[in-house]
């Protein structure tokens, strides 16, 4: 069940997606739940963004052109304090979630998905995160 939006403040959310039309229509939903939504078509371009702002939240397709969603994990790992990330991808086999908790992802939509869905997840994320001691990529890959 979703919680409602009201409790959650206005959060940074960056999208990395390659497909447009879904690019979108996520950073509609997320708009619609009021957040403040940054967009890029891949994992080059979200590092470029991750440079300049910390969003509170990266919502990360896997298989993407240049960089790819793995790649921008290992390198949100090599950061003092990145943000969360939630994997939005096609791939719904144990090898590839296991593989994505390792790699420091702390939530997983697979496509497709229902909008309730994304905005209850990344809810969750956020509210988890709201006021927590930032914990380290390590620390998430431990526990």
């Known amino acids: ?21 879904l690019q979108v229509l996520v950073g509609r939903i997320l708009r619609s739940a009021g957040h403040e939504v940054q967009s890029a078509r891949d994992g080059a371009e979200a590092l470029e963004v991750l ?3 910390r969003p509170d939240l990266v919502i990360l397709d896997l ?46 939509v697979v496509k497709p998905f229902r909008f309730h869905e994304l905005i209850a ?11 927590a001691v930032p914990e380290t990529a390590a620390d998430r890959r431990r526990t």
Do not use: N
């Open 121 to 131: 997840t990344c809810q969750r994320v956020l509210l988890a995160t709201a006021g």
């Open 63 to 108: 298989v993407m052109p240049r960089l790819d969603g793995w790649g921008v994990l290992k390198r949100l790992r090599d950061q003092a304090d990145p943000p969360p990330v939630v994997l939005l991808t096609g791939r719904d086999d144990y090898d590839t979630f296991t593989r994505a908790v390792r790699e420091g992802a702390v939530a997983y």
């Open 1 to 21: 069940m979703a919680v409602p939006s009201a409790q959650i403040p206005k959060r940074r959310i960056l999208v990395v997606e390659d497909e447009e039309e």
């Open 51 to 53: 440079s300049h702002v």
